[in-house]
């Protein structure tokens, strides 16, 4: 067979009602009254999962390794045993009050990949990983992502292990417990070489439901800024203080806020322009406030765009400040990332091939991915999530679409692995 | 003398530092670290204030009285020992951090100008009673304006007796141990006829100074409203979120303050529209606020005008609810007074008679004479407070505006109190 045929005879041997009993039996390790899951990194529960893990991967006789972070890697070998692995993965924790499938659907899905490529006895030239990477979600330790940065070097493990949870609990005790509690895995070097990373992810938003599509093709990771916007005006008495004597914090900040979504309009609606946090003081419904706070969470694709947009955020708000104070302050600029055109391409040439409705699109939320891009030939592939509902324990996905985006993965790896 | 020399004659006879010193001499009790006040109703401040004012009385023989609300009465006897007597007075409770003049002044000055008349050596038909109400701030119990509320029939002190303070102790219990503190005093019944009630105070708002007077001749106490909206959208990820798609609770409050601000739009700057609280949940800068929450305080003397733009608040709210749910209740409505024209004239006179830059206005704060003027005539005098500043430690005033506003209050008393 040619590496096409390899790739599409894969895709072919994905069990979707194998896919979804395992799903479900991960969705038992820590799960919450209301149908989601409560899997903190490190924990117990995060434990239980990653032997679970092992425990399919020594059924189907695959090698096991972990590394300094704890990072849970499992291989179908290749001819090539010293080749750079094709890596795909994601994360087996959780929110605190999570859904079942944000980074499990990744890890199991790369796992019935693994299995479906094994029971479509094709080989390939390189070993295929799949990886769990360590909290990801940053519910216990923060920031998330972490054992995807550890492993790319874009933060120190010895700079995080002094950590502590809410129970006092350092980083590094519950990495040593965690390590601990699979003994006997080999360790491979953190930023050991890949030669591709693909990662399978609900959407964790609205647009293919919407669209009635099956496949996401991510074209990369929209940047994300976060400004805080601190206006400060004078209490005053609201019985009377005449309106143009005032300085009135409250009323310049919902200016100000106006006056953004102005800025920020969009035909194309590719903006996400949010205002999660908006506070006033002191708060008492007689008193005009002095105070005022809000947080602006800006985020696009397009470096040039969110360059433009952002140099003129403190002016605006500046523009509309009714004689208060503000002060603008930049508190986290994540660039945008592009992930690799050719993987871009495979996964929306598979899914077409395979007769899975695609389109490309921007990740909206970070992922494990985007510290991998820095290290090889990075993408992901997308698939739906109802009503775009995530970090919740309503989070839901189709069997369908999950087996949809785990045949589209298990092409894209025997590709991969297959090239030079 | 005729009726209005007398007046003018009292008037004279103000003492602008005895004045001066008696509101610092009062200042002290429960005097905080910033030059302001903490003197709760009910409390050992206030019992130690009302024990100060006895002293004061005793040492110019004037009558003493108390009531079942433990309203202090102080009186310079008519020669109609059983008339109804003209009565003056504020309160002496404070806001927990706020100034020497709100409440005091009214008293002190009243006194002041009892003790000018005696020196004047004037004789009244009427008795002129100076009256400290319980508890106008409401801090400690709340309603505030209790005392004069009881007194007028607005409220019955038995629906009051079962407060409790913020450290447990009852109403009942405060009230009884400041009737204690001061033994012996004869009760007066509640409600008493009262043949006019004239009430000094700072203005608390900053148009007498801003306009360079000295004297507001209080119209009436303008009404107050307020009402509450309540904002029900859906929380959603800030980054995967496509912005048509968000019902995003915090920029539908947002664009109603907007609407609500065009809707209160006024051209004589007679509106007060106030937004004190401002809320939005869940308060993270990368999730939509699911929900949104803000009050409305708006005043006005105008009773049309009230009516016209309350019935315009709920639609106003609903026609920018964008696809959100908007609840809008209103939770105090206070209508507008006018107080008696003749009072309002007579200030006014008597103010320009002895050469105070005078003007007529509403008052934008509520006061006992609120109450009291449903039982006699009622006027108020206001005198400025530095740059508006009240309810705060800053709290300013200076001893001649302070002692102008004595010199019209001590006329107008001397005026009412030869009236039939």
Same mark, same amino acid.
């Given at each position: 067979?040619?590496?096409?045929?390899?790739?599409?005879?894969?895709?072919?041997?994905?069990?979707?009602?194998?896919?979804?009993?395992?799903?479900?039996?991960?969705?038992?390790?820590?799960?919450?009254?209301?149908?989601?899951?409560?899997?903190?990194?490190?924990?117990?529960?995060?434990?239980?999962?990653?032997?679970?893990?092992?425990?399919?991967?020594?059924?189907?006789?695959?090698?096991?390794?972990?590394?300094?972070?704890?990072?849970?890697?499992?291989?179908?070998?290749?001819?090539?045993?010293?080749?750079?692995?094709?890596?795909?993965?994601?994360?087996?924790?959780?929110?605190?009050?999570?859904?079942?499938?944000?980074?499990?659907?990744?890890?199991?899905?790369?796992?019935?990949?693994?299995?479906?490529?094994?029971?479509?006895?094709?080989?390939?030239?390189?070993?295929?990983?799949?990886?769990?990477?360590?909290?990801?979600?940053?519910?216990?330790?923060?920031?998330?992502?972490?054992?995807?940065?550890?492993?790319?070097?874009?933060?120190?493990?010895?700079?995080?292990?002094?950590?502590?949870?809410?129970?006092?609990?350092?980083?590094?005790?519950?990495?040593?417990?965690?390590?601990?509690? %699979? &003994?006997?895995?080999? /360790? @491979?070097?953190?930023?050991?070489?890949?030669? +591709?990373? $693909?990662? !399978?992810?609900? =959407?964790?938003?609205?647009?293919?439901?919407?669209?009635?599509?099956?496949?996401?093709?991510?074209?990369?990771?929209?940047?994300?800024?976060?400004?805080?916007?601190?206006?400060?005006?004078?209490?005053?008495?609201?019985?009377? %203080? &005449?309106?143009?004597? /005032? @300085?009135?914090?409250?009323?310049?900040?919902? +200016?100000? $806020?106006? !006056?953004?979504? =102005?800025?920020?309009?969009?035909?194309?609606?590719?903006?996400?322009?949010?205002?999660?946090?908006?506070?006033?003081?002191?708060?008492?419904?007689?008193?005009?406030?002095?105070?005022?706070?809000?947080?602006?969470?800006?985020?696009? &694709?397009?470096?040039?765009?969110?360059?433009?947009?952002?140099?003129?955020? +403190?002016?605006?708000?500046?523009?509309?400040?009714?004689?208060?104070?503000?002060?603008?302050?930049?508190?986290?600029?994540?660039?945008?990332?592009?992930?690799?055109?050719?993987?871009?391409?495979?996964?929306?040439?598979?899914?077409?091939?395979?007769?899975?409705?695609?389109?490309?699109?921007?990740?909206?939320?970070?992922?494990?991915?985007?510290?991998?891009?820095?290290?090889?030939?990075?993408?992901?592939?997308?698939?739906?999530?109802?009503?775009?509902?995530?970090?919740?324990?309503?989070?839901?996905?189709?069997?369908?679409?999950?087996?949809?985006?785990?045949?589209?993965?298990?092409?894209?790896?025997?590709?991969?692995?297959?090239?030079?």
């Amino acid at each position: 067979m040619g590496a096409r045929a390899d790739a599409l005879a894969a895709a072919a041997a994905v069990d979707e009602s194998r896919l979804w009993s395992r799903q479900m039996a991960m969705a038992e390790i820590g799960a919450t009254a209301k149908g989601g899951v409560n899997r903190a990194a490190l924990s117990d529960e995060d434990r239980r999962a990653r032997r679970l893990m092992l425990e399919w991967a020594g059924d189907l006789g695959f090698e096991v390794a972990t590394d300094d972070i704890a990072n849970l890697y499992i291989r179908r070998p290749g001819r090539q045993a010293d080749a750079a692995p094709v890596v795909t993965g994601s994360h087996l924790d959780s929110q605190p009050r999570g859904g079942k499938f944000d980074g499990a659907y990744g890890v199991i899905g790369g796992f019935e990949a693994l299995e479906a490529i094994t029971q479509a006895g094709i080989e390939t030239a390189r070993p295929i990983d799949v990886v769990a990477w360590t909290n990801e979600e940053g519910g216990r330790f923060q920031p998330g992502a972490m054992g995807s940065a550890v492993f790319a070097g874009v933060m120190r493990l010895e700079d995080q292990l002094g950590l502590v949870d809410s129970e006092g609990v350092t980083l590094e005790d519950a990495l040593a417990e965690t390590l601990a509690s %699979t &003994p006997g895995l080999p /360790r @491979r070097p953190l930023g050991h070489p890949f030669a +591709a990373y $693909v990662e !399978a992810h609900i =959407e964790q938003g609205p647009r293919l439901e919407n669209e009635g599509l099956t496949i996401g093709a991510v074209t990369g990771i929209q940047g994300i800024y976060w400004f805080t916007v601190e206006v400060n005006g004078a209490e005053a008495h609201a019985g009377t %203080t &005449p309106l143009r004597t /005032r @300085r009135d914090a409250l009323k310049a900040a919902v +200016a100000m $806020v106006t !006056a953004l979504e =102005e800025l920020m309009a969009d035909e194309s609606d590719t903006v996400r322009f949010t205002v999660g946090r908006f506070e006033c003081h002191p708060g008492s419904p007689a008193t005009v406030p002095g105070h005022a706070f809000f947080t602006i969470d800006f985020r696009h &694709p397009d470096p040039d765009l969110i360059a433009r947009i952002s140099a003129q955020i +403190a002016p605006t708000c500046e523009a509309h400040a009714r004689g208060c104070t503000v002060t603008v302050r930049p508190i986290m600029e994540i660039p945008p990332l592009v992930f690799d055109p050719t993987l871009i391409d495979m996964v929306e040439g598979y899914a077409a091939r395979l007769g899975h409705p695609v389109m490309r699109m921007p990740s909206g939320a970070g992922h494990d991915a985007g510290h991998i891009n820095h290290l090889c030939p990075t993408g992901m592939i997308f698939v739906p999530c109802e009503r775009g509902v995530s970090h919740n324990e309503a989070e839901n996905a189709t069997p369908a679409d999950l087996a949809a985006g785990a045949r589209t993965l298990a092409a894209c790896l025997v590709d991969l692995a297959n090239q030079e």
